[in-house]
């Protein structure tokens, strides 16, 4: 029998615990069968316990596979920062830049660099702006069409270069690349393009093109394209051509400069081609290979570099007819064409052709031959200019000799390296007395320190040319004038090389100008200041007075008597008499006192720093005494006065105020007696105010038709009848009623207005008589009166304006009177003369108003060509105050006797009463108005006169 431990101890380790098991067994129970379960649980328990243990490894190798996850995983994120970090820095120092455009959401991302490339900060404008706002006009289709290639996934999307114009307005070189990504149908849905600025490397080609380092691009470049000779250029670029189809087997090059994008017509260059060997035939082939008329060709060009085609006969579009031509002509098995760019601009092609079928070798030797292209390029460009610059040079130098305006050629330091005949003839020198001698030298002292300002601002790269008017010292030493324009010309590093000076002489236009603006601010006459002038210095004075607080005075002179002389001596004695005016006004004059013409016999005189008023008023009294005393004209002395008016101003009044106050104060002592002095006040003041509003108010009325007519009947004192009635204007103000025209015809007298007023006064009596006509038939109707003043007749279309009226109006010329008055008549006979002849002639009567007030003499009454004397009424007035006969009644009948003899009617004016109306009928007056028969009627009032006739009181 086995034997069996009365106890049993199990211990084992599960994930570091221990676990002990203790068990006590009954003597009595079989003890195999508890062992047996003993062990079972024991095996059971060690099953778990290794369970447990396997699950806490994998727990444990979990967790730190997850901490190393994590940890890789920061190391990874570390990484790619760190890799964006080395991007973006590559990308600045690479000038690499990119962009990713999503076309669905038509969103853009610019990388930083892709802002520094196109001129901007990063992140100073929106991305979602369009970028190709930037790109240069010229090269916005080359990039639109590229883009589109892109997106259409055309063969022809290929990286392209354009140009970038900075918000400075500069440019930059950028190459681009893009790339599409695409969904499952192959629709385009993003954009990536990476951006390289080449700015540089562009510049550092083309400087290297404008040197014409041939040999360092092309090793088969003949060294001809380098000779100083132009004209060798061709046979360079002949046997470039040469070099470059033995370099790809061809047996045909041919060079065209062509313009693609504005689709001009080819110009060929020159060509090379080694077969056929017949130079005529070889001729025509070449004429065939001009790359002109296809647009298949020109839009193969604009989209990449090559096109190349092989078993042409098979391969060449329709569309290139041009292109087909010429390969049946030459009987070739391929043909290429190289694109030769300036700038992102197609500007020259290449063609090179093959008998066998072998252009497989393009791709791999096209930057190779693009340089050759660009080669020849400047080479014939280098023969272009430099043929251009010798013609130039050439035409230049005729120019220069034989141009009308003055040029010199002056180095840096001033001396004049060259001049032009014209120069030499402006100056007075000879070419070799100013050859190498500073041009300073004659140059007046005074414009010497603009001229060196200039120079040097010129020469610190402030400015560029300048432009200015000059004094030269000629030869003789005299004053010449000239408009200098002079420019500074730079060598090929930009640094300035020479001054070139063009000078066109004015010394006499300038001389006429000073001529000019002494004649703009001196009277012809007198040499005294004019208007001008003194409205400058009088300006200047009122501003001094201001500041300093003096007193400036102004002094009106207005000659009396000064007409008569004009009328009794003759205006050049008027004008001898001005002079000698002048010439006493200045002797009484302190220094920086001005005495001014302004016009006729009207004087001003400017004193400034007076103490008071009546320094003024003594000075205007020595005036008045100066020119009352006698002039000598022709062989005895004539007499005149003077008016003064006198305005006083401390500079608070504005200078055509004082002049207008000063005016007004010479009118108020005219009016006053004349010779006499008046200083403007504040009552003088109100009054020129009133006329000044009144005269505004007329100008207004006049357009606003505010003029009527009021229309006073004359009698015949033979049958008591109307026989006419004359017109007189009246003013209806809308605000004052009724203006007598005693208070608005001086006015308008005066200011001129009166022609405006006569003419409207005509035009309405015209039309108002046509009517009375028209209205009141009768056997004898009566005709309409209308006075015509000083102003008018003066008028060189009164004729006119008269013939007008009657024909708008429609009334006969017989039934119209003008009366004018005498002073008017006398003012200038001869042309008075005139305008009556031609009124006479044309059927109008006229009448000589006031007879009897001016200075006619009988002579003048019967030269002038007259139908009615209208004797005034202040003679008119003295009839019957008198048994044994007055003056005015003995005037008036010879007025009436002479004008009897002379077969002309008399009116007489003014009768109010039955005893002048008595006198008049027997002096056998023949016509008369006043107030006795009716006063000035409105024309509605008119027709009961016409209708009731005129009682004629026998009694006063």
């Known amino acids: 029998m086995r034997r069996v ?66 940890d890789r995983r920061t190391a990874i994120e570390r990484d790619l920062r760190h890799k964006e970090e080395l991007l973006a820095q590559s990308q600045r120092h690479a000038r690499v830049g990119s962009l990713r455009y999503d076309l669905a959401a038509r969103t853009v991302e610019w990388s930083d660099e892709t802002f520094r490339i196109l001129g901007f900060e990063p992140g100073k404008v929106d991305p979602n702006v369009e970028w190709l706002d930037w790109v240069h006009p010229d090269d916005l289709e080359l990039v639109q069409m590229q883009a589109d290639a892109h997106i259409r996934d055309l063969d022809t999307a290929a990286p392209f270069e354009c140009r970038i114009v900075w918000p400075d307005n500069s440019l930059r070189h950028v190459h681009l690349e893009a790339t599409c990504t695409r969904s499952s149908d192959g629709r385009a849905t993003e954009m ?71 689709m001009g017509q080819s110009r060929h260059v020159t060509s090379y081609c080694s077969w056929p060997e017949d130079p005529g035939t070889a001729a025509d082939l070449e004429s065939e290979l001009r790359v002109i008329g296809s647009h298949w060709l020109r839009a193969e060009l604009k989209a990449r570099d090559w096109v190349a085609v092989a078993d042409t006969a098979a391969e060449i579009p329709a569309e290139a007819e041009c292109e087909r031509r010429v390969v049946e002509a030459l009987g070739a098995r391929s043909i290429a064409w190289l694109a030769i760019r300036a700038g992102g601009v197609v500007t020259g092609v290449v063609t090179f052709v093959w008998r066998q079928e072998n252009a497989t070798r393009l791709d791999e030797r096209l930057q190779s031959l693009r340089l050759l292209g660009d080669v020849l390029l400047v080479a014939l460009d280098r023969r272009t200019t430099e043929l251009a610059r010798r013609d130039a040079e050439s035409e230049l130098r005729a120019i220069f000799q034989t141009t009308p305006v003055g040029m010199a050629v002056i180095d840096v330091d001033g001396t004049t390296i060259d001049v032009n005949p014209s120069l030499t003839q402006i100056l007075g020198y000879s070419a070799d007395e100013l050859i190498g001698r500073s041009i300073l030298e004659i140059t007046l002292p005074e414009d010497r320190e603009y ?34 324009e002079v420019s500074l010309m730079r060598d090929a590093d930009g640094n300035p090389h020479r001054f070139v000076g063009q000078m066109t002489d004015i010394t006499e236009r300038k001389r006429l100008e000073a001529q000019l603006a002494r004649d703009a601010t001196r009277d012809a006459l007198t040499g005294l200041p004019n208007r001008i002038l003194l409205m400058d210095r009088l300006r200047t004075a009122l501003e001094r007075a201001q500041r300093h607080g003096t007193l400036v005075a102004l002094l009106f002179l207005d000659l009396d008597r000064f007409k008569l002389v004009n009328d009794t001596h003759g205006h050049a004695a008027g004008d001898r008499l001005l002079v000698e005016v002048s010439d006493r006004l200045e002797g ?73 106050n000063a005016d007004v104060a010479v009118y108020r002592a ?20 009133a006329r000044l509003t009144l005269e505004t108010d007329l100008r207004n009325g006049i357009e606003r038709g505010e003029l009527r007519c009021y229309y006073q009947p004359i009698i015949d004192l033979a049958t008591g009848n109307v026989r006419a009635f004359e017109a007189l204007a009246r003013w209806e103000h809308p605000t004052r009623g009724t203006i007598s025209p005693a208070e608005f015809i001086p006015i308008a007298e005066e200011t001129g207005l009166i022609v405006a007023v006569g003419h409207s006064i005509l035009r309405m009596a015209c039309t108002q008589a046509v009517e009375w006509r028209r209205d009141f038939g009768r056997a004898d109707p009566p005709s309409v009166s209308v006075n015509i003043s000083g102003r008018q007749l003066a008028e060189a279309d009164l004729v006119e304006q008269v013939i007008w ?41 006229v009448a000589i108003d006031n007879f009897g007030t001016g200075h006619s003499s009988l002579t ?97």
């Open 5 to 70: 431990w009365p106890w049993a101890l199990t211990f084992f380790t599960l994930a570091g615990m221990g676990t002990l098991a203790l068990v006590i067994f009954d003597p009595g129970v079989d003890h195999e069968i508890l062992v047996d379960a003993l062990a079972l649980l024991s095996t059971a328990t060690l099953i778990f316990a290794v369970a447990v243990v396997e699950l806490q490894r994998r727990a444990e190798r979990a967790h730190r596979e997850l901490v190393s996850d994590l």
């Open 192 to 262: 990536l393009v990476t951006l390289q600025d080449i700015t540089k490397l562009r510049e550092a080609v083309d400087a290297l093109h404008e040197a014409s380092a041939g040999e360092a691009l092309v090793a088969n470049v003949s060294r001809k394209l380098l000779a100083t000779d132009p004209e060798a250029v061709v046979q360079g670029v002949e046997s470039a051509l040469r070099s470059a189809a033995f370099f790809l087997g061809a047996d045909r090059a041919t060079m065209e400069r062509v313009n693609l994008r504005s």
């Open 451 to 484: 001229e060196t300002e200039q120079a040097l601002s010129c020469l610190a790269g402030d400015i560029d040319r300048w432009r200015c008017e000059k004094r030269y010292l000629d030869v003789n030493g005299d004053e010449i004038w000239v408009v200098s």
């Open 588 to 660: 009484l004059m302190r220094a920086g006192d001005t005495v001014a013409r302004i016009g006729g016999d009207e004087f001003l005189v400017l004193c400034e720093e007076v103490d008071n008023e009546a320094d003024a008023v003594m000075l205007a009294r020595h005036i008045i005494a100066a020119v009352e005393s006698p002039f000598a004209v022709g062989r005895g002395a004539v007499y005149v006065g003077a008016s003064v008016g006198v305005a006083i101003s401390d500079g608070s009044t504005d200078a055509e105020d004082v002049i207008r």
């Open 670 to 689: 005219k009016d006053n007696g004349r010779s006499r002095i008046e200083v403007f006040d504040a009552d003088m003041r109100a009054t020129a105010q």
């Open 805 to 845: 009226a009657l024909e708008e109006s429609g009334l006969e010329p017989g039934a119209l009177c003008l009366e004018i008055s005498e002073t008017s008549l006398m003012h200038d006979v001869d042309a008075a003369i005139l305008t009556l002849d031609h009124l006479r002639k044309a059927g109008v009567k």
């Open 860 to 956: 003048y009454l019967r030269r002038f060509p007259i139908d009615v004397v209208k004797i005034d009424q202040s003679f008119t007035q003295e009839l019957g105050t008198d048994s044994t006969g007055s003056t005015g009644s003995t005037i008036v009948a010879a007025v009436i006797s002479l004008a009897h003899a002379m077969h002309l009617t008399v009116v007489a004016e003014g009768v109010e009463a039955a005893n002048q109306l008595m006198a008049l009928e027997g002096l056998h007056c023949n016509a008369a108005q006043g107030f006795f028969f009716a006063p000035p009627l409105p024309a509605a009032e008119v027709g009961s006169v016409l209708e009731e006739g005129v009682v004629l009181h026998t009694s006063g």
